[in-house]
Structures are given as C-alpha cells and as structure tokens.
C-alpha cells in the first residue's frame, strides 16, 4: 500500500472491512456446533461442512456447475480467440460493430437473455435445458474472453508476426510458434475468468434451470429460502477455500498482476 | 537461398558495380483509398551496397520497404528481387532480413532462440543452428548475452539482436526501417558506423529507411530522396548533396539560399560559401554573385559567425541570406550595416 497517499490508502482500507468482514462472519459460522446461523458461533465443531458435504442436492448441483463451467469457458474460448485474432489481426471489414456483438452479453441484463433464450428454445422448440444452460453461459463468457485476450493481443507489437514471416514461417506456423504463446497468458487468464463468472451465475441458471440442470447457486438460493442453518456457511466457506486454491494457483503461474492487467489496462 | 556462404564476405571481393541490381521497382504505385503512398515510382538498388530511402514522413519510403519485404502489396507495377518478378511472394519466401524500427524481438524466446529462429525454419542442423546464431551475435559484439531475455536488454542490444537475427539468414537483402530513430543521441552516432562495418564484413546489400539526411549521407553508398510518393532524386550522397536537383532536395539537404539567377532559374548557394564585405567596396571574388544589402542579425559561434543579411536581387525582390564566415571576418560587422553579399560564380548551384 502506498503509504505517501493517505487519502487513497484509508479508503483501501475501508474497503477492504466492507468486503472482508462480512465474509469473516460466515467463515466462523461455518465453525460452530449450534444449529442457527449465529455469531458468535456456538462452539466449534465441522458438523456443518459433514452436512455439506453429504447433502446429495449440492454436491450433484456442484457437479453440475463445475461440468457447466468448464464446458461453458472451453466453448466461449474456442469462439472468442479466434474472434479477438480477426477483430485486432485481420482485414475484418466493420470490426467495431463486431466487437460491440462480442461484448454486448456485458450490457444486456442477463434476465432479458436468459427469458429470452427459454422462450425461444424451451418453449417454442422444446431443446433440452442443458443445451440452453450451456449456450447461454457460453454467450455470457464470451465478452471476458475476447476482451482479455484482445487485450493480451493488442498490447502485442504487430511487427512480430511480421518479423516471423520474414524469417521465413508461413502463417499457420507464425500463429503456433509467435502468436499463440504470446496470448497464452491471456487466455488463461480469459479462462479463469470465464470459469469463476460461470461458476457464480445466477440469473441465466435461475431462469434456464432444470430439475436434473440445477447448479450450485440455484440449489444455495433454494436451501435458503427454506432452512437458515450453519451448512449453508460451510458451504460458502468450502467455495471460498476453492477460490484462493485457484487464486494461489494463477499467481504462482502466471500472476495477478499480469492476468488482471489485461483488464485494467 | 544459398544457406552455406559465409557470413563475412572475401575481403577480396569487391562489388561489381555494373552487376544485377538486388532487387528493383518497375512503375510501382500503392494506393490506399484516395490516398497514394507511392506514386509510379521506378528504382534500381545496387548490389552489395548500402542504399539509403529518405524522406519527410508520408514520402511513401516505408511504404516502399514493405512493399518490398512483401508485408503489403503494389496496387500496380512489378518488383524484382535478384531479378526474378517478386510482387506476388508472400514475405516467407523472399528471403530477405528485416529490422523493423520496434525491434519486433519474439518476448518468449531468448536473445539465442531469437537469432535462431529463421535458421530453425530452414531446417539446419542444430549444431548449425547454433553455431551460425553465435556468428551473428558476436558480429553485433552480443555473444555474451545469447542466453538473455529481450527484456533484459537495453534499446540498443535490443536493436543489435534485431540485427543479428536479420543477418544469420544470409539474407538477399538487408532491409532496415529508421533502425535509428528510438536510440539515444550518442548510441544513433555510434550505431552507424555499426551497420556500415556490418554491411561491409558482410557485402549484403542493404536497403536503409530514415527521414534524418545526415544519417542517409553518413552511411549511404546510394541515396533516393522521396516525397509525396515520388522519387525527387537517386544517387551518390556527393552527387544529391553536391548538386541537387530541385528545390525540394536542396532544402531537405539543409540549404538555406534560394535566388532567382538572370534567366528565371532558381539557383542555391550553402551559407559557408557566401561571403559579406563592407557594401561598395570591390572585396570578393570578381564577377559571380554580389547583391547588396543590410545585416538583420549576426549570430556568433566560436570559429565561424552566422550573419542574415536582407538583400535585394536585380529583380528588386527582397531575400533573406545565411552567410557563414569566418570570426575574423565579421569583426567589424555590426547589425543594420549595409553590405554586398558575394559569391563565386562556381558555388552558386541552379536548380
């Protein structure tokens, strides 16, 4: 933190309690031997993360998510990074307008879409939901994946595509020895993304759910409405513990600063 | 490509000016909307010299280069290189080494890998591979920093590495664009004696693009002074600088005087060849050039002084002259003074 900047490192500050504190609260919750969601926790015991772990509703629904998210990112990937290498390589004539489409999943609210694709799809052609839960999640990575990697690429130099084929590589091999591994951190950084948006969605699930297409969030959203007990922390907390394996996993290859750079610049 | 010569050429041999150019440019436009970059231009670039492209930016010389190095394509005319029709080859098959003014080093391989990477594509043999990628870093003075990242390196190794990854290919032609322009001051002076020690040990011909004349006349064996798409003037830089053919080149050259001669010809003299006594007086050199006039500004500057006179041609027309003399010589000048200005006759250049 940037001591010399008082003003900004109090509001960094600040920020970090709004965001961290109440997590605090539910990670020490997930702890107690009580049965109400209560703080101070009633005593310690991981009764609760038992429970999680052997409700059959979540962990089908986790699996769910986690074949939902993976599938949706791979798809979203095989069509954004050819789409970023057209938009910011090639001679595409009305490049804007296409990348405005590939970003547009950012702007319209996720409700139109997710309505819009049950009418459409599982009303009127009666396609399967998975399918549709699929697509939907798909068009909603598309735009992390296309930015990010764009981002990646065009903070490239165009020269060096160029310089390969001056040496005497053809495309196809410019493209597998130059281009590819210059985006690589773009693309997994894309992918990381694009698995956690995937993972933490709501709306398009909520809307484009089955009884045997239900992921994890849904199932959440479903048990809270019903019963306000301990295992719905536990299970927080076990999503929590996953993210920062991921999150220590992208630093120690990749890193932040160079995944999330992409973004902020 | 001939992959097994050496990449130091016999010092014995020495090129032929009257062989195959390198490559050439038959009535070659590029046209870009209703923009033309390069206008019908025709152009000849000699073999085993160094040619210099110059030119105000727009002139089309980059325009050129990547025409020529196959990264865009003529909108008409043809381009020969060694003679064979070039004009459709995409870059890959031309054979050529290009050093582009980003240096456009590969950031995931190291500095060895770089240098390697054209020698890998034409399937050498490793050790090959390695030996000749060795050659070329020691002949830029990097052998020592083979195993480095381009990261690593400052602005000039990086642009050393560009160079010796163009050259380990035995490239038909050595082509450069403003390989200068993003160096420092001193390391830019020092870079050109670089590259015309490199062009010779190796006899490539070499094609140069930069907008700095001083560059173009300090390394070039042959100049072509663009603008607007056109060539304005191709040869020696004794010949361009010597006698330029129009005004455009003359000015780009650094002249300064422009005077209407008797006959409606305009004619251009360097300011270190005018002279400036006192006015009535029959100092200077007989016949020639001598106008009269008053001294609107003298600028001092150790040997020599820079004197502005505001004279008056046989037209009547005012001009404005930059006399360069010698220190002792403007003593006794003194701003508003009237004054001829002189010249001989053989200094006096028409355009």
Redesign the interface.
């Known amino acids: 933190m940037n001591t010399r900047k008082p003003v900004a490192a109090a509001l960094a500050i600040v920020g970090y309690i709004v965001m961290l504190v109440p997590i605090l609260f539910v990670v020490a919750t997930a702890f107690t031997s009580g049965s109400t969601l209560r703080f101070p926790p009633e005593g310690l015991s991981f009764q609760w993360f038992d429970a999680a772990l052997s409700y059959a509703p979540f962990t089908g629904a986790l699996l769910t998510s986690l074949q939902l998210a993976v599938a949706s990112t791979f798809l979203a990937l095989a069509v954004g990074v050819p789409a970023t290498l057209a938009i910011y390589r090639g001679a595409l004539p009305g490049k804007g307008l296409v990348e405005g489409l590939f970003l547009s999943p950012l702007i319209i609210p996720e409700l139109v879409v997710g309505l819009a694709l049950y009418q459409q799809l599982i009303i009127t052609f009666r396609v399967d939901n998975w399918p549709v839960l699929l697509l939907g999640h798909t068009a909603l990575l598309l735009p992390y994946a296309v930015r990010v990697t764009g981002a990646a690429l065009a903070g ?2 165009v ?2 595509e ?9 495309p196809l ?1 410019t493209f597998f ?2 281009t590819l ?2 985006l690589r951190p773009g693309i997994f950084s894309a992918a990381l993304l694009g698995f956690i948006t995937s993972f933490n969605n709501v709306p398009l699930s909520l809307l484009l759910q089955s009884r045997e297409s239900r992921t994890l969030p849904i199932t959440m959203l479903d048990y809270v409405q019903q019963s306000y007990d301990p295992m719905i922390a536990a299970t927080s907390t076990l999503i929590l513990a996953a993210t920062m394996v991921i999150a220590v996993i992208a630093e120690r290859t990749v890193g932040f600063a160079k995944i999330f750079g992409g973004i902020n610049r | 490509m001939n992959t097994t010569t050496p990449l130091r050429r016999n010092p014995e041999d020495h090129p032929d000016p009257q062989s195959a150019p390198a490559a050439s440019f038959k009535n070659v436009s590029q046209v870009f909307g209703d923009f033309t970059a390069v206008d019908d231009i025709s152009l000849e670039i000699p073999a085993g010299r160094l040619t210099t492209l110059l030119g105000p930016s727009g002139c089309g010389k980059t325009t050129s280069l990547r025409m020529l ?3 865009s394509q003529p909108s008409s005319g043809t381009i020969y290189i060694q003679g064979e029709d070039a004009t459709r080859l ?3 098959r ?5 050093v ?3 240096y ?1 080093l ?3 391989m190291t500095v060895a890998e770089n240098v390697a ?2 020698l890998k ?2 399937k050498l043999p490793r050790a090959e591979q390695d030996r000749r990628a060795q050659e070329s870093l020691d002949m830029v003075g990097l052998g020592h920093l083979a195993k480095s990242r381009p990261r690593q390196l400052s602005g000039g190794q990086q642009q050393r590495v560009a160079l010796a ?1 163009a050259i380990a ?1 035995r490239p038909k032609l050595l082509l450069l664009d403003e390989p200068l322009s993003n160096l420092d001051a001193r390391l830019r002076v020092q870079m050109r004696s670089e590259i015309r020690r490199i062009q010779g040990e190796t006899g490539l011909s070499v094609v140069l693009v930069t907008h700095d004349q001083d560059e173009a006349l300090e390394m070039s064996d042959e100049m072509v002074v663009m603008r607007e798409g056109k060539i304005m003037q191709q040869g020696a830089p004794q010949e361009v600088f010597g006698a330029p053919a129009n005004r455009f080149v003359a000015e780009f050259m650094g002249y300064e005087n422009f005077l209407s001669s008797s006959d409606g010809a305009t004619l251009t003299v360097r300011p270190e060849h005018l002279g400036v006594v006192p006015a009535g007086t029959s100092q200077g050199p007989l016949g020639g050039l001598r106008l009269q006039g008053h001294i609107l500004d003298l600028a001092y500057r150790g040997v020599d002084v820079l004197v502005t006179v505001s004279a008056r041609e046989a037209n009547g027309r005012e001009v404005r002259l930059m006399c360069d003399i010698r220190a002792e010589a403007a003593r006794e000048l003194q701003r508003g003074d009237q004054v001829d200005v002189v010249a001989p006759t053989a200094s006096l250049i028409e355009l």
Request: charged fraction near 20%; proline fraction near 10%; glycine fraction near 14%.
């Open positions: 490239s130099d020269s060096l160029e310089a390969a084929r001056g040496l005497g590589a053809s091999r020895t130059i591994p210059i | 190095a196959g990264y995409p870059p890959e031309r054979g050529l080494g290009m582009f003014q980003s456009a590969f950031p995931h990477y054209g594509l034409r990854r290919v």
